[in-house]
């Protein structure tokens, strides 16, 4: 019997918010039955939307109405039935059928819903290549950024004067050629068959049959002239179109379909083309045209790349000469990174033997020397978090992979309840089999990003978490008053955030320290090598500049704040352990 999961959404007047609306439309479409709805009426007044223009002349599509069919499916339940897996993330979430774990996020949803539904269902080719369509996340990838953060957004703030900034830029998208991980692949296909094909006695494509000849870099760069750009990510429809399509559906209502033609031709091929496939399943929709549709509609100006290029605010490759480091230590020289150091070391020794496999690293798929190594990563945290624990208390584990962390917190703190929050299915998929074979009882699983995670809890832990996602853990912690450990990575990888800007801290800033030369010193950080290498000592020492930055603004909230080292000290070259508590 196929597994009934639940699906949890918004809804106020006979409307449902805009992302549960596009997990309904995409389901549908999909074919999809292994779910319920239960709608859940939103009580916060902030949120609440007529769809009509407000003072400063921009519309917002917030809540979207349905056709009253559609909601005699759905099973209406008040705030106060929510399980207590829902009340900690933001709607939509899906609860899997056996109630193990809990999905959040657009793409997070619709994604773990069609691999549910198994290998043979018709949806699964939606997920695109190795079924990895929109599995990258939001922080991290442009184009997953662009379908489930900026499309949507769109609809929540827009003018009728002015086209949304995501027309131009999927306009610009679609007009540069076609990248695919099984281009070489599908370029070989297409030559082939378009081989056979005569015209006037001739071969139809005689300039692509030496395909094989070409370097995959050239055929990357022909494949514009070789692959139809028909969809949003080349010649198959996915799940991206899906999403996309729902949004500028919504959109068209208010925008006259002539100018679309006109200033956006590739959209609009793409547009009348989905509009086909998709007719039956957005019926479900009760957005009447606008009678204010403008002949004269601006565009706005953006950049002119393809949205599979690499996030131009990013700054992975920044060179970083000994001068320019030099002149960034000049201005830091006022920061003391003494000032935080461990009063008390993290002294004695967790005994792992008192654990199961299945709670041991061991237990985690990791061969011995990896787990011999992961052991001594985590008996520093472990140590901090028993000083810091109570009974009753919630601690969350974000970026929490495999629970290498989470678990062993759960097994040796029976008296608190531990959630396990991570953004990759593989890892919670580990986490919640040992979870399972331990028969832990107070260990719950999020699959999705940290900020989709708004429960409150009593301590928050990561070990290793990338880059930004680091600071993203620290600010959540402050924001609901909890104590931290916490282990920072990849340095390298921090960039500006929607909520998030550096330096963070008033006394870095005061140092008149620019942003650009933040990321050059954080990148810096990440060049920790070998003892011998003559870069570690300064990796090092860029790295006690970032966490006392980190340090520094956690204290200015109100946080008593220790930066120390996690022992053995050459368990990792990242070993930094930052630990506050409320004062």
């Given at each position: 019997m196929e597994q009934r999961h639940k699906l949890f959404v918004s809804?106020?007047?006979?409307?449902?918010?805009?992302?549960?609306?596009?997990?309904?439309?995409?389901?549908?479409?999909?074919?999809?039955?292994?779910?319920?709805?239960?709608a859940i009426e939103e009580q916060d007044e902030i949120h609440k939307n007529d769809n009509t223009k407000n003072s400063d002349g921009f519309k917002c599509l917030t809540w979207i109405p349905l056709r009253k069919e559609k909601f005699q499916s759905f099973c209406f339940i008040t705030e106060a039935k929510k399980n207590n897996s829902i009340k900690t993330v933001k709607l939509p979430a899906l609860v899997s059928g056996d109630s193990t774990l809990t999905i959040v996020g657009l793409c997070g949803v619709i994604r773990f819903l069609i691999k549910a539904a198994g290998k043979?269902?018709?949806?699964?080719?939606?997920?695109?290549?190795?079924?990895?369509?929109?599995?990258?996340?939001?922080?991290?990838?442009?184009?997953t950024r662009f379908c489930e953060v900026e499309s949507i957004d769109a609809l929540k703030q827009f003018r009728l004067c002015l086209f949304p900034a995501t027309f131009p830029k999927f306009e610009n998208h679609?007009?540069?050629?076609?990248?695919?991980?099984?281009?070489?692949?599908?370029?070989?296909?297409?030559t082939s068959l378009q081989s056979k094909t005569k015209v006037n006695g001739k071969n139809a494509i005689d300039?692509?049959?030496n395909i094989?000849?070409?370097?995959?870099?050239?055929?990357?760069?022909?494949?514009?002239?070789?692959?139809?750009?028909?969809?949003?990510?080349?010649?198959?429809?996915?799940?991206?179109?899906?999403?996309?399509?729902?949004?500028?559906?919504?959109?068209?209502?208010?925008?006259?379909r002539d100018l679309l033609k006109k200033h956006f031709p590739a959209m609009e091929c793409w547009y009348s083309l989905?509009?086909?496939?998709?007719?039956?399943?957005?019926?479900?929709?009760?957005?009447?045209?606008s009678p204010e549709k403008n002949d004269c509609v601006s565009i706005p100006k953006v950049n002119e790349f393809s949205l599979y290029s690499k996030d131009s605010g990013r700054s992975d490759k920044l060179g970083t000469c000994q001068s320019v480091l030099n002149?960034?230590?000049?201005?830091?020289?006022?920061?003391?990174?003494?000032?935080?150091?461990?009063?008390?070391?993290?002294?004695?020794?967790?005994?792992?033997?008192?654990?199961?496999?299945?709670?041991?690293?061991?237990?985690?798929?990791?061969?011995?020397?990896?787990?011999?190594?992961?052991?001594?990563?985590?008996?520093?945290?472990?140590?901090?978090?028993r000083r810091l624990a109570k009974p009753g208390d919630v601690l969350v584990d974000f970026c929490s992979g495999g629970g290498?962390?989470?678990?062993?917190?759960?097994?040796?703190?029976?008296?608190?309840?531990?959630?396990?929050?991570?953004?990759?299915?593989?890892?919670?998929?580990?986490?919640?089999?040992?979870?399972?074979?331990?028969?832990?009882?107070?260990?719950?699983?999020?699959?999705?990003?940290?900020?989709?995670?708004?429960?409150?809890?009593?301590?928050g832990v990561t070990l290793h978490a990338c880059g930004s996602a680091t600071d993203r853990v620290l600010n959540k912690c402050i924001v609901k008053n909890a104590n931290f450990v916490i282990c920072p990575c990849c340095y390298g990888a921090v960039q500006p955030t929607t909520n998030i800007q550096y330096p963070q801290s008033k006394e870095m800033q005061d140092t008149l320290l620019t942003q650009s030369e933040y990321f050059r010193l954080a990148h810096s950080a990440d060049q920790t090598h070998d003892k011998d290498n003559e870069k570690t000592p300064q990796g090092f020492k860029c790295m006690d500049l970032i966490d006392s930055d980190r340090a520094l603004f956690a204290s200015s909230q109100g946080y008593k704040v220790s930066l120390c080292k996690l022992k053995p000290e050459n368990c990792s070259p990242k070993n930094n352990l930052i630990i506050g508590s409320r004062r």
């Open positions: 809804w106020k007047e006979n409307c449902i918010s805009v992302e549960s609306y596009i997990i309904l439309f995409v389901l549908d479409h999909c074919g999809l039955s292994n779910f319920e709805v239960f043979n269902h018709i949806s699964r080719e939606f997920l695109g290549f190795r079924y990895s369509c929109l599995s990258a996340p939001s922080e991290v990838s442009i184009w679609l007009k540069h050629p076609v990248r695919t991980h099984n281009i070489l692949k599908k370029v070989n296909v297409k300039d692509t049959l094989q000849n070409l370097s995959l870099k050239d055929i990357q760069r022909r494949a514009g002239t070789i692959l139809d750009h028909k969809f949003a990510e080349g010649e198959d429809i996915t799940i991206s179109d899906l999403v996309l399509f729902s949004t500028f559906y919504l959109l068209m209502k208010f925008y006259k989905m509009e086909t496939l998709c007719r039956d399943s957005i019926s479900f929709v009760s957005v009447e045209d002149k960034i230590f000049e201005k830091l020289s006022v920061i003391d990174v003494l000032q935080f150091k461990c009063k008390e070391e993290l002294a004695g020794e967790f005994d792992w033997s008192v654990l199961p496999k299945d709670a041991h690293p061991l237990g985690g798929d990791l061969p011995p020397s990896r787990a011999n190594r992961k052991c001594d990563q985590l008996q520093s945290i472990i140590i901090a978090v290498h962390l989470g678990i062993v917190l759960a097994f040796i703190l029976p008296l608190c309840s531990v959630v396990l929050v991570d953004n990759k299915s593989e890892s919670v998929d580990r986490a919640r089999r040992r979870v399972e074979r331990l028969q832990l009882k107070n260990v719950s699983l999020i699959l999705g990003n940290v900020n989709y995670f708004i429960g409150n809890f009593d301590i």
